[in-house]
C-alpha cells in the first residue's frame, strides 16, 4: 500500500526556515516522481516543487525559486523540501504526492494528508 506521511510543518516568522519531509512506503522512490503541493482555504492547491523518478530532475513553482529546495533520500525513502527566506504568503496547507511523472496535480494519484505551515510575525 502507497502511504506519504508530511512531517516538519509549523510556525516560524518571516525570513526564517522550515524542512519538510516526506516518507514513503509500499514504494520506492526510483519509481515515481514526488511533488510537493499547496494549498490555502478557498483557493486552488498549487504545485510547489517536483523531484523525478530516475533522473532526479527538479522544478520550482516561479514564486519560490532561490528559496526552495527539494531533494530525496533513496536510503531512507524520504523525500525534503527545504524552505528558506520564508514569507507570509508561503503560509499554505503543504502535500507531498507520488506520481508517474512530475505534471499537474490531478496526474498525481496517491498523497499525504497534508501539514500546515504558517509564516507570520
Known amino acids: 500500500q502507497l502511504q506519504l506521511v508530511e512531517s516538519g510543518g509549523g510556525l516560524v516568522q518571516p525570513g526564517g526556515s522550515l524542512r519538510l519531509s516526506c516518507a514513503v512506503s509500499?514504494?520506492?522512490?526510483?519509481?515515481?516522481?514526488i511533488g510537493w503541493f499547496r494549498q490555502v482555504p478557498r483557493k486552488e492547491r498549487e504545485g510547489v516543487s517536483c523531484?523525478?523518478?530516475?533522473?532526479?530532475?527538479?522544478n520550482y513553482r516561479d514564486s519560490v525559486k532561490g528559496r526552495f529546495t527539494i531533494s530525496r533520500d533513496n536510503d531512507k525513502n524520504t523525500i525534503y523540501l527545504q524552505m528558506n527566506s520564508l514569507k507570509p504568503e508561503d503560509t499554505a496547507v503543504y502535500y507531498c504526492a507520488a506520481g508517474v511523472a512530475c505534471g499537474p496535480s490531478r496526474s498525481f494519484r496517491t498523497w499525504g494528508r497534508g501539514i500546515q505551515v504558517t509564516v507570520s510575525s
Open positions: 509500499g514504494f520506492t522512490l526510483d519509481n515515481y516522481a
Open positions: 523531484i523525478s523518478s530516475r533522473s532526479g530532475d527538479t
